[in-house]
C-alpha cells in the first residue's frame, strides 16, 4: 500500500475527502505496469500525488500515464511520471476520473472544469472507468447537485446552438465565460462550452437519448455526460469513510 505522506490534517474537509477517495481508487485498482488514463480536475490531482508516490518509492514500477487534458499532463511531468498519448497506447487497462454529479444510475456529469472531450475519449479507450469523488458529488438524480451539462461546441455553431438546444431539450443555455480573458472559456481542444441548464424535476427523463441526440447534432464536438461507462464510484464522506460503490450492471 502506497501511503500519503501530505499533511493530510491541514487539509479542509472537503479536499481530505477528494484525497481519499483518490488514494482508495489507487491503491486499489492501479497496479506496476498498469496503462492508466489519468483524468482532470481538484481530486484528480490528489491521484497525480499518489501516482507520483508510489513510482517514487518503486511500488509502482512501469506504469504508462495518458493524461485527458493539458494540465494534467504538466502534473504528471512535474510529478516525473512516464506521460505518453493514445498514438503510443492507443488501449488503456484503467481510467480513472473526478465527476461533477454522479446519480443512483452512475451517470456523470463532466466538464465543470472545460475538461470532457479528452476526458471521455480517454475513458473510451479504457477497459474500465472508476470515479473518485468527494460527498458534494452524490446525487440520486441527475441536477441534485450540478446544476448543468457543459456541452463543447465548434466555435461557429455556439450562437446557433444557444438557441436550437434549449428549443429541442428545453431548459436554456449559457456561453460559460472566462474570468481572467475577454469572451468565453476555450478548451484544450480550441472550442466553447455551452452550459445547458436542463429543467429539473422531470420524470423519468431519457438520458441515453438525450446525449445521441446531442451527440448527432452538428457543431457539438461532446457533452458532459457519461453514460453506462463507469465500473465503480469511490466517494469519500465527510465523516472519514470512503465507500466504492460498484455498478453491478456492467460487471
Ligand atoms: O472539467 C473537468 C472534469 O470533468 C472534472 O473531472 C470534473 O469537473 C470534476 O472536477 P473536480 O474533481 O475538481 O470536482
Known amino acids: 500500500m502506497v501511503t500519503s505522506t501530505a499533511p ?6 472537503i479536499e481530505q475527502a477528494k484525497k481519499r477517495a483518490a488514494f482508495a481508487c489507487g491503491e486499489k485498482y492501479v497496479q506496476s505496469g498498469c496503462r492508466l488514463g489519468v483524468g482532470s480536475g481538484s481530486t484528480v490531482k490528489y491521484l497525480v500525488e499518489y501516482l507520483k508516490q508510489g513510482y517514487q518509492n518503486g511500488q509502482l514500477k512501469d506504469i504508462i500515464c495518458v493524461p485527458t487534458s493539458f494540465l494534467t499532463k504538466q502534473w504528471l511531468i512535474e510529478s516525473g511520471l ?3 498519448d493514445l498514438d503510443a497506447h492507443p ?3 484503467v481510467c480513472i476520473d473526478g465527476a461533477d454529479e454522479v446519480d443512483g444510475q452512475f451517470t456523470c456529469i ?14 473510451t ?8 469523488a468527494d460527498y458534494l458529488k452524490d446525487s440520486k438524480h441527475l441536477g ?4 448543468a451539462v457543459p456541452i463543447e461546441v465548434l466555435p461557429p455553431a455556439s450562437q446557433p446552438l444557444l438557441r436550437s438546444i434549449p ?7 449559457q456561453l460559460r465565460q472566462a474570468t481572467k480573458k475577454c469572451g468565453p472559456v476555450v478548451t484544450d481542444n480550441g472550442n466553447f462550452i455551452i452550459d445547458w441548464q436542463f429543467e429539473k424535476n422531470v420524470s423519468g427523463r431519457d438520458w441515453l437519448a438525450i446525449q445521441q441526440r446531442l451527440a448527432n447534432t452538428p457543431g457539438i464536438v461532446e457533452t458532459g455526460l457519461f453514460i453506462g461507462c463507469v465500473d465503480a464510484v469511490f466517494f469519500a464522506y465527510s465523516d472519514g469513510s470512503v465507500k466504492e460503490i460498484v455498478n453491478t450492471k456492467k460487471h
Open 8 to 13: 493530510e490534517a491541514e487539509l479542509a474537509p
Open 110 to 123: 463532466k466538464g465543470g472544469g472545460g475538461c470532457l472531450a479528452q476526458e471521455k475519449i480517454v475513458q
Open 167 to 173: 428549443r429541442a431539450e428545453g431548459g436554456s443555455c
Open 125 to 132: 479507450a479504457a477497459k474500465h472507468f472508476y470515479v473518485i
Open 91 to 93: 488501449e488503456l487497462d
Open 82 to 84: 512516464p506521460v505518453s
Open 144 to 147: 441534485d447537485r450540478y446544476p
